[in-house]
């Protein structure tokens, strides 16, 4: 396995999300702060609202909010159900990724989407928009991280610009592909060619932490345990 290996496991495991396995959105930050990679946390509007911690492979959707006189002809049409069309093709594991540029006006997001993506395997979605029939979220089986919620859906005040390339989701690029971390925290995302060696980093943080909170549990004073084990 080398650090851009893409290993896809699209017909089984993924061995490169099987590295974030446990691992939490702030241990992850903290590993790619240490090797001097931008940090990739999502602005913190864009927060759990339902569901489970998660990683996996980001599918990417990019809407946006019309202009007053542009509808979705003008963006391409065979883009009108653009979200519909990735989530119909969601492979298992995969969290979707649908940036809205912070617009949270009117739900992207709803149960009738929830249901099909979890029928697909998916585990999640993350927006910077707002979603709605949250309350449904937990029976239906889907991870939900948004700016918040909102019963209405603007049909003709949301456009589709793209799908499956690369956005800016909650102030972050994020890349088809890229791993996508989501829990109580927030949001953080790695880009797939560093995600191999961010784990690895990441998971070695989170192995020392543990014996420096089993040192403080066994009575070391705080500043003593930072200086033994120098975890930053």
Same mark, same amino acid.
């Given at each position: 396995?080398?650090?851009? !290996?893409?290993?896809?496991?699209?017909?089984?495991?993924?061995?490169?999300?099987?590295?974030?396995?446990?691992?939490?959105?702030?241990?992850?930050?903290?590993?790619?702060?240490?090797?001097?990679?931008?940090?990739?946390?999502? !602005?913190?509007?864009?927060?759990?609202?339902?569901?489970?911690?998660? #990683?996996?492979?980001? *599918?990417?959707?990019?809407?946006?909010?019309?202009?007053?006189?542009?509808? =979705?002809?003008?963006? @391409?049409?065979?883009?009108?159900? @653009?979200? =519909?069309? /990735?989530?119909?093709?969601?492979?298992?594991?995969?969290?979707?990724?649908?940036?809205?540029?912070?617009? #949270?006006?009117?739900?992207?997001? @709803?149960?009738?989407?929830?249901?099909? #993506?979890?029928?697909? @395997?998916?585990?999640?979605?993350?927006?910077?928009?707002?979603?709605?029939?949250?309350?449904?979220?937990?029976?239906?089986?889907?991870?939900?991280?948004? =700016?918040?919620?909102?019963?209405?859906?603007?049909?003709?005040?949301?456009?589709?610009?793209?799908?499956?390339?690369?956005?800016?989701?909650?102030? /972050?690029?994020?890349?088809?592909?890229?791993?996508?971390?989501?829990?109580?925290?927030?949001?953080?995302?790695?880009?797939?060619?560093?995600?191999? +060696?961010?784990?690895?980093?990441? *998971?070695?943080?989170? +192995?020392?932490?543990?014996?420096?909170?089993?040192?403080?549990?066994?009575?070391?004073?705080? /500043? +003593?345990?930072?200086? =033994?084990?120098?975890?930053?």
């Amino acid at each position: 396995m080398t650090a851009t !290996d893409p290993a896809s496991g699209r017909n089984g495991e993924d061995a490169l999300v099987e590295r974030f396995a446990g691992l939490g959105a702030a241990i992850v930050f903290d590993a790619m702060h240490a090797m001097g990679l931008p940090n990739g946390v999502m !602005d913190t509007r864009v927060r759990h609202l339902s569901g489970a911690p998660v #990683a996996g492979r980001a *599918r990417t959707v990019n809407r946006s909010t019309a202009a007053a006189n542009a509808r =979705q002809p003008a963006f @391409g049409p065979d883009l009108a159900m @653009g979200t =519909q069309q /990735v989530i119909d093709s969601a492979q298992p594991g995969e969290i979707l990724v649908i940036a809205l540029g912070g617009d #949270a006006s009117g739900a992207t997001w @709803g149960a009738n989407m929830a249901t099909r #993506a979890a029928a697909r @395997g998916a585990q999640a979605v993350v927006t910077d928009g707002a979603v709605r029939d949250i309350a449904d979220m937990p029976a239906i089986g889907i991870a939900v991280y948004a =700016q918040g919620t909102s019963p209405r859906v603007n049909f003709q005040h949301i456009v589709t610009l793209a799908i499956d390339q690369p956005v800016v989701c909650g102030g /972050v690029l994020v890349a088809p592909g890229d791993i996508v971390i989501a829990d109580h925290d927030g949001v953080i995302v790695v880009p797939a060619a560093q995600a191999w +060696e961010v784990a690895q980093r990441a *998971r070695a943080m989170h +192995e020392t932490e543990e014996r420096m909170q089993a040192a403080i549990r066994d009575g070391a004073g705080l /500043v +003593e345990a930072i200086r =033994q084990y120098k975890i930053r």
